[in-house]
């Protein structure tokens, strides 16, 4: 089983969609959780950091469950800019490793 | 602000050839240090990392290797390439361990 799983999708939905990712990881002891946006033949770029209690930032929703092992993101009214690979990044409890998910891409289209 | 710098943005090596890929940060001291590579249609794949001057760390074993000479500067060399080095390579830096992590522009490595 790998570390972090996500759905490789991709997702293609309609400007304005609402559409969620789901994030899996396997190591219980993991202590930060990311989402990162990449575009094409680009750097990954943070997105937001996911909280226990989950967070918002504007049309973005991050949510964590601990019990469950996975961490969510939400996308509310879809932008054509939105379109990207999103990755879910888990960083464990007192080391540097950090594991980044393969990515869930994103086709939002008008 | 912090600024991460990555230099050459792309880079086309024979196989056997030597390789230096060079990262700075700006604005920011003793950052922890990471290099990455992302081959195609793949995940990130963390290479090194380096808490402070002169300490590295090898997640990966293979030809390459990291040097942290000065503290905002991160060396990835390698003495002869290999065609499965071919890639994305990407630097980035972290205030802490626990922290999120920002990403330099990135190199885009191939081996012929």
């Known amino acids: 089983r790998k570390e972090v799983e996500q759905d490789p999708g991709p997702f293609n939905v309609p400007e304005g969609a609402t559409v969620a990712f789901n994030c899996t990881y396997s190591?219980?002891?993991?202590?930060?959780f990311f989402w990162y946006r990449q575009d094409c033949r680009k750097e990954p770029k943070l997105l937001m950091s996911?909280?226990?209690s989950g967070n918002e930032d504007g049309r973005f929703t991050a949510q964590l469950n601990r019990a469950s092992q996975y961490i969510s993101l939400l996308i509310r009214d879809s932008k054509l800019s939105d379109s990207a690979t999103y990755l879910c990044?888990?960083?464990?409890?007192?080391?540097?490793?950090?594991?980044f998910g393969a990515g869930t891409r994103l086709f939002v289209k008008a | 602000s912090q600024t991460i710098h990555q230099w050459p943005a792309t880079l086309v090596q024979p196989v056997g050839s030597p390789l230096s890929l060079e990262c700075t940060v700006e604005?920011?001291?003793?950052?922890?240090l990471y290099w990455y590579r992302q081959a195609a249609g793949r995940g990130l794949q963390l290479l090194f990392y380096?808490?402070?001057?002169?300490?590295i760390s090898s997640e990966v074993p293979q030809n390459l290797s990291a040097s942290r000479p000065q503290d905002r500067q991160f060396i990835l060399s390698s003495k002869k390439l290999l065609l499965s080095d071919s890639g994305f390579y990407l630097c980035?830096?972290?205030?802490?361990?626990?922290?999120?992590?920002?990403f330099g522009p990135g190199t885009r490595l191939t081996v012929t």
């Open positions: 380096s808490v402070g001057i002169g300490q």
């Open positions: 190591n219980s002891a993991s202590q930060s």
């Open positions: 980035a830096w972290s205030p802490g361990t626990a922290y999120e992590q920002y």
């Open positions: 996911v909280y226990s």
């Open positions: 990044v888990v960083k464990n409890t007192g080391g540097f490793k950090t594991i």
């Open positions: 604005g920011t001291s003793n950052p922890n």
